[in-house]
Nanobody
Framework: VQLQAFGGGLVQAGGSLRLSCAAS????????MGWYRQAPGKQRELVAQ???????NYADSVKGRFTISRDNAKNTVHLQMNNLIPDDTAVYYC??????????????WGQGTQVTVSS
């Protein structure tokens, strides 16, 4: 199972970016998908999470600015980030709970994509 994330970049404060992540490989199902981020010198933190039924959960710091969505048919998850602020600067990682045919359910991570917000 591989998760490929893309869509990061450099943006000015107040701007927008859209991150996407696609899961590929052989697996039975994907349950929760989400985005985490890690800023320099800080621990990785949950940004947003979405169940395969569409239920969502957001970090307080991004509520009202970020929107997570997924396409179950394409095994993709997206993060629309609006009104970005410099504190959003971090490496963003996608995550998915994947059930494979041989190893059961476990978390898988994408490679990370850099988001930099300039003031």
């Amino acid at each position: 199972v591989q998760l490929q994330a893309f869509g990061g970049g450099l943006v000015q404060a107040g701007g927008s970016l859209r991150l996407s992540c696609a899961a590929s490989g052989s697996f039975r199902r994907i349950d929760d998908m989400g985005w985490y981020r890690q800023a320099p010198g800080k621990q990785r933190e949950l940004v947003a999470q979405i169940t395969n039924g569409g239920g969502t959960n957001y970090a307080d710091s991004v509520k009202g600015r970020f929107t997570i969505s997924r396409d179950n048919a394409k095994n993709t998850v997206h993060l629309q980030m609006n009104n970005l602020i410099p504190d959003d600067t971090a490496v963003y990682y996608c995550n998915a709970d994947v059930t494979t045919y041989f190893y059961g359910c476990g978390p898988y991570w994408g490679q990370g994509t850099q988001v930099t917000v300039s003031s």
